[in-house]
């Protein structure tokens, strides 16, 4: 190693070009994020009460990104990924003012679809920028500090509704989300990195035509794209474990999402605010996790991610033990601690074998299949789950996410590639 990679490998990774700026807009983004999933179905059961419509409006957010979610990928291949999160940051600040205007429901069922919208291009577009901002080799240190910053926006989200509705009223709550919204973009505009080793579309300025046929577009979107990033993941053993163990990992999310509350009512019914509890546990847990995924940059990253998943699946099933608030809380703790560990490895890893373009198609595929699974588990755990059915709903838990990792256990040691300018794959369209 050269005297100025050491000095670099030792220097605070705070001081890269446009790191903080990035997490702080990430983190910043996920606190509006939060705050507004608490404050619609707030405003929802003020206005409307409880029933079917509360359930739809809620999950229309989900519809643009599992529908449409591949079109990102051609937006964000034609144009830069910053101005992409800038535009969407503002687009989603008028969103959040618009809804305490909404007088009849439907009108906040389009501004629900138009949130889920906004969040489409945010999200990947701001992975993406990742890999302009992390030094090379120093992947899982970045995005622990990623993982860190988000967990604890989500606590403090839900944290920042009880002053505001105690001082103001639900509309005040949006207008928050419009300014964090502002913020996060905000802080994209200006001198920034830009990409380190985009590659040149092959065959040069004829790679970018478009066919005449009116159907190019479409199976561009809904067929090429897919099929490219299928070619990608299946190129690399490591890519190809997360992205499969990744979708498990989601399904147990959206499980979880019935699980936990049903939980704690069953187990708990005299301790009042344990739902609250048990999740503040997991994202302080989370938080712990993201800072100590980088200080482990000496383990191996197939190892430690098989031990945070199987170790949080064994953390799952001791659950069905804990009989005392104190003893379930810890679990959760340590969950979430084994959790951001293996989220910050999976990150990592993607990271470093994607370009930055690879990166943003790869995302833009991933989420939208991500929400199917969440949905899927969502609906599983809601036929599992019962006041005689805590054991299986935790065995299912705990088997989806770790048998998929042992079973992969070999692609996890996979060995990044070398990865030149020239070398790396190129994700245009075939035949264009």
Known sequence: MSAESARRTKASIWREPGLARLIVSMSISRLGTSITGVALPLLLLDRFGLGVDFGITLGIRLVPNILLGTVVSEVVRRWDPRAVSVVASVASALVAVAIPFAGVLWQIQVLSFLIGLTTMFLTPARLALRSRVTPDGRELE?????????????????????????????????????ATALLAGAL???????????????????????????LEIPRRLFLDNPRDLLAVVRGDRMVFGLTLTAFTYVFVVGMNSVFVPAFARIRFPDTDGMLGYLIAAMGLGGAVGGVLAGRLTRCAPGLMYMLGNVLEAVCWLFLLLAHRPALAIGLLVAGGILESVATAVYMAEVQA????????????????????????????AGLLVAPGRLGVSVAVIAGVMAVPILLLARSFFTPRPERTTAEAPVLAPPGT
């Open 142 to 178: 970045a995005n622990g500090l990623v993982v860190t910053a988000q967990r604890v926006a989500s606590l403090l989200g839900p944290v920042v509704v009880g002053p505001v509705l105690a001082f103001g009223t639900i509309s005040l709550l949006f207008f928050a989300e419009a």
């Open 188 to 214: 994209l505009v200006g001198s920034f990195p830009g990409p380190k080793d985009e590659p040149a579309p092959a065959g040069g300025a004829s790679a970018r035509r478009t066919r005449k046929s009116p």
């Open 353 to 380: 074998r994607f370009t930055e373009r690879e990166l943003t198609h790869y995302y833009s595929m991933l989420l939208p299949t991500n929400d199917v699974f969440v949905l899927l588990g969502a609906t599983v």
